[in-house]
């Protein structure tokens, strides 16, 4: 057998400002060491100040994407991120019940951190139904929980209890960041199950450029997944290397509003694996 990198799928949309969505999440692959795949659910236009529009991409030719990766490259693990439509969490729902041994972790994107909205309304109660019990993981900031469990999010335990009830919905295991917490800490809360509760913590780093923070969380738990790792290992890993992405990425410099993070802080991680 030859050693090669471990291929992932991301599922998400294109930032042409390239601080979050795919070109955050292929380029979190690289740095932990994955071969980063992708399907574009749709094209926005954005940069650090906000987005400005967005195309979305045919069913089909999703579709379409999402099978050339799974049929020929056999991904690991798989991140979902933008989802804008419902007829398009129906085709991936679709293509997942094929595919149910591959672990997927999903980040239930709404709101751009520039306040701009990314999914249609009507989208939201097909996933929750329908794409949320499929997958390993889901990761809901906390606007999202507060939008999925119906509660009211502002305190570490508000955090919890929004996670036991999207856990009581049918989700497998839910990750509610707490990133946009007031305070000097943040607390993001791992939930396996209603006895097995994690609570990460971390100091606040105070810096502009905290856009694609959700979006590389996401990739970087699907590629820690990908190696092997258990979920709460994985996402210890993930937290880990956000918060130094984040750290490292005070001084890149790229538009007037809210910046990137830097994914290449550390030299990228050379791992190959007998697949
Ligand atoms: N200012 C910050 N300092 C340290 N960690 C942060 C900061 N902002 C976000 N994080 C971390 O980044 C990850 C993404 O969180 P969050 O910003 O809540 O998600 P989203 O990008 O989906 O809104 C979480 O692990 C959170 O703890
Ligand atoms: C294509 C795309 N996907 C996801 C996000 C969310 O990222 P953030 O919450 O950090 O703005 C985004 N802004 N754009």
């Known amino acids: 057998m030859r050693k090669r990198y471990l291929p992932v799928l991301t599922i998400a949309g294109s930032d042409s400002g390239g601080g979050a969505g795919i070109q955050a999440d292929l380029k979190t692959f690289s740095a932990l060491g994955c071969f980063g ?4 659910t749709a094209i926005t236009v954005q940069n650090t100040m906000g987005v ?36 398009v969490v129906e085709v991936i729902v679709k293509i997942l ?20 909205k990314l999914i249609h309304e009507e989208t939201i109660s097909v996933l929750s139904r329908e794409l949320i019990p499929l997958v390993k ?15 009211e999010l502002n305190d570490k335990n508000s955090l919890e209890m929004a996670g036991m009830k999207i856990l009581s919905q049918g989700a497998n295991a839910v990750l509610v960041k ?5 305070g000097e800490t943040v607390y993001d ?14 100091n606040k780093i105070h810096t502009m450029n905290v856009h694609g923070t959700g979006c590389t969380l996401s990739s970087a738990i699907a590629a820690e997944i990908a190696k092997g790792q258990t979920i709460a290992q994985a996402v210890k890993l993930a937290r880990n290397y956000v918060w130094m992405a984040i ?29």
């Open 247 to 275: 750290e490292e990425g005070k001084d890149v410099v790229t538009g007037s509003g809210n910046g990137p993070l830097n994914h290449f802080y550390n030299p990228q991680q050379i791992i190959k694996h007998d697949i």
């Open 52 to 87: 400005k529009g967005i195309h979305s991409v045919p069913p089909d030719i999703i579709e379409g994407q999402i099978l050339a990766v799974l049929e020929d490259i056999k991904p690991k693990a798989i991140k979902i991120g933008m989802i804008d439509r419902p007829e």
């Open 178 to 182: 707490g990133g946009h917490l007031k």
């Open 97 to 116: 019940k094929n595919y149910s041994h591959i672990p997927v972790i999903f980040d239930p994107v709404m709101v751009a951190t520039s306040g701009h």
């Open 37 to 40: 795949t992708s399907a574009i």
């Open 137 to 151: 993981l889901v990761t809901p900031n906390m606007d999202e929980a507060a939008i999925l469990s119906g509660m």
């Open 189 to 202: 809360i791992l939930l396996e199950d209603a006895n097995q509760i994690t609570a990460f913590e971390s």
